[in-house]
């Protein structure tokens, strides 16, 4: 953690100032400490240069019980880096890089620092968040990046004070809380004025492929993690059936190119305790609800083809499962 980051904070649960007490620091990154809420006295530590936000962290026991927790899992055991990923991301919030330059950003649900990785390295200064210990890979990933930080928090209960962001942006993160557009209400006041909201969720199939898909989620996720491991290695192999696109559309799996990411891509689908989708209109309606303007879908798949990329999915469109829908806003 670097001070710099005591400016866009405040106390998650009263508001109120707060202050930084240090017991560890190399150069400018405080290893460990503790911030101290100035109004209600509320304590939350600084354990491998992180901020803990969390209620249930109070020491690094308290963390290694998270270890268990899926994302945590999932960011930390899987190989998954790619080097599309920066491409990936500027095709599905429609920015270049120069849009990212001398700008404030926020990863709302960073996970193991995916984009993080990629995005920390144009703005001028960058913050993530997520619940489970994989941002502590994402911190690793972005250590050398004088400009980024991390916080472990629960996006509602954040500690983030409002219109400190030029940009924020949650991909693929909110449909897995137990509420999504409870968490997602919590994000528009952190935009700037004039400051863009970007995020991606699950886009709502047909009522009988979520059924199917439900009882399918309902069998592996209560599998413990190490047989769960191996039944997505298995389902990993199902991309070399005949047409497997079509096969797709019932059931999810990956066509990802490595096995790993399938792999990734396959826990990442059927071990999370919350999964849920929404339409296009849905979500369109809570940014302009949000005071938004010029709200546009956009495909969350980087590879959608142009002629289709802006125009929002009608009911044939809802006959395959596992699609993601974006759409983007300005305050």
């Not at 240090?22 to 503790?34: C, R, S």
């Not at 999932?74 to 500027?90: A, G, I, N, P, S």
């Not at 863009?196 to 069998?219: E, G, M, N, T």
Request: proline content about 5%; hydrophobic content about 35%.
């Amino acid at each position: 953690m670097k001070t710099r980051l005591m400016d866009f904070i405040h106390c998650p649960d009263c508001k109120g100032e707060l202050n930084l007490t240090v017991i560890e620091q190399v150069n400018d990154e405080i290893l460990t400490g503790e911030i101290i809420c100035s109004s209600c006295n509320n304590k939350y530590p600084i354990i491998k240069a992180i901020p803990r936000f969390l209620d249930s962290i109070k020491s690094e026991e308290d963390l290694r019980k998270l270890y268990a927790d899926s994302f945590g899992h999932q960011w930390t055991t899987y190989d998954w880096l790619r080097d599309v990923d920066e491409k990936e991301f500027f095709t599905i919030t429609d920015l270049k890089k120069e849009d990212l330059e001398n700008k404030i950003i926020l990863d709302v649900g960073c996970g193991g620092g995916r984009f993080a990785r990629c995005v920390s390295e144009y703005s001028k200064e960058f913050f993530g968040f997520d619940y489970s210990i994989a941002v502590e890979k994402a911190y690793e990933l972005c250590k050398e990046n004088p400009n980024a930080h991390f916080v472990q928090c629960d996006v509602n209960k954040h500690p983030f004070k409002p219109n400190m962001f030029d940009f924020v942006y949650s991909h693929g993160v909110l449909h897995h809380t137990p509420n999504t557009k409870k968490s997602f209400d919590n994000i528009p006041d952190l935009v700037k004025e004039g400051g863009y909201l970007y995020i991606a969720v699950f886009r709502k199939a047909f009522i009988l492929l979520r059924l199917s898909d439900s009882f399918w989620r309902a069998i592996l996720n209560k599998l413990p993690y190490n047989i769960l491991d191996k039944v997505c290695e298995a389902l990993s192999y199902l991309c070399y059936i005949p047409f497997p696109v079509f096969f797709k559309r019932f059931f999810w799996f990956s066509l990802q190119e490595t096995k790993e990411i399938r792999k990734c891509c396959l826990f990442d689908w059927y071990a999370p305790k919350y999964h849920h989708e929404h339409t296009s209109r849905e979500v369109m309606k809570w940014f302009t609800d949000a005071g938004y303007k010029d709200v546009k879908y956009i495909d969350a798949w980087p590879y959608c083809p142009e002629k289709r990329k802006y125009a929002v999915p009608g009911f044939w469109q809802s006959f395959r499962i596992g699609q993601l829908l974006g759409v983007i806003g300005k305050k």
